[in-house]
């Protein structure tokens, strides 16, 4: 049994959420250098260029990446080892994400969904929590941005659909983007689970995006398909034209209900501010 501070957990979420609102994290800035090699268009070569240096800017000058500094996501594995000893969890995360955004001077989006007036405080943090083997806690954060959340979608589709209708849903899914998400995108999938898994699937995947395990050979054949069909859309960085539509795509193939076949598409910007720690 290993005991530890649901304080020091949201006090590290809250270091998390301050840096990564000024760095983009190396894999995707890594990305993106390859991804000019790869763009043929002057124009999506002029949008990788001043995303590359918005992203430059934003270190040195320490300034947000992006004016919508996003809502707050956390994804805790908990280790099934560890006892967990102060404020309650969720209280203890997000405190730690509202102290992120106050000292950080953050854009604090959450509002009432009706009236829309702003709460101030960019509470509450959406919390999922993961119980997996030994006694670590590993956290992991997303600060998502409106415009991408807003076209992240869920689908239903026939559960007798052929592999090629469940590839164009995809594709369209995707697409159905547009310029509106601020692409070269990073994309999470997932095709089965549930309505209310397929989502959280879906983000785990994004959040997996060029990390360890692999995808499997079926898991990855049909990401880089559907990844390859996106490119040659032709909407290009920024939608302004060319061929590098998205960044990435990790996909996840889970058992669902013999009577359904949910496709769940969850969509980041070029601006992909996530970051992981292992306590």
Not at 223 to 243: C, D, H, Q, T
Request: charged share 20%; aromatic share 4%; glycine share 8%.
């Amino acid at each position: 049994m290993r005991l530890i501070s649901t304080e020091i957990i949201g006090a590290e979420v809250r270091d998390l959420f301050l840096s990564t609102a000024y760095l983009l994290p190396e894999k995707v800035r890594s990305r993106l250098v390859s991804a000019m090699a790869e763009e043929v268009s002057p124009q999506g070569q002029a949008a990788l260029s001043t995303i590359l240096k918005n992203a430059e800017m934003a270190t040195t000058a320490f300034t947000p990446l992006c004016q919508d500094t996003g809502l707050a996501q956390v994804v805790l594995e908990l280790g099934q080892a560890v006892h967990l000893d102060g404020p309650p969890l969720g209280q203890a995360v997000d405190l730690g994400m509202r102290q992120a955004y106050e000292t950080g001077y953050l854009r604090k989006s959450t509002c009432h969904p009706l009236t829309r007036q702003n709460l101030g405080s960019n509470s509450p943090v959406s919390l999922e929590t993961i119980i997996v083997p030994g006694d670590q806690v590993s956290i992991r954060i997303l600060a998502k941005g409106g415009g991408c959340d807003n076209k992240s979608v869920l689908l239903n589709l026939p559960p007798a659909s052929s592999l090629d209708t469940v590839k164009k849903a995809a594709v369209s899914a995707a697409l159905s983007a547009g310029p509106d998400s601020c692409p070269p995108y990073c994309l999470g999938m997932a095709i089965g689970g549930s309505f209310e898994s397929a989502p959280r699937l879906a983000r785990r995947a994004l959040l997996d995006l060029w990390e360890d395990p692999p995808m499997t050979p079926e898991e990855e054949d049909l990401a880089g398909s559907i990844l390859e069909e996106i490119n040659a859309s032709g909407l290009g960085p920024m939608g302004l034209g060319g061929r590098v539509t998205a960044l990435g795509l990790r996909l996840k193939l889970y058992p669902c209900h013999i009577a359904s076949l949910p496709i769940a598409v969850y969509l980041n910007c070029h601006s992909f501010r996530t970051a992981k720690l292992v306590l």
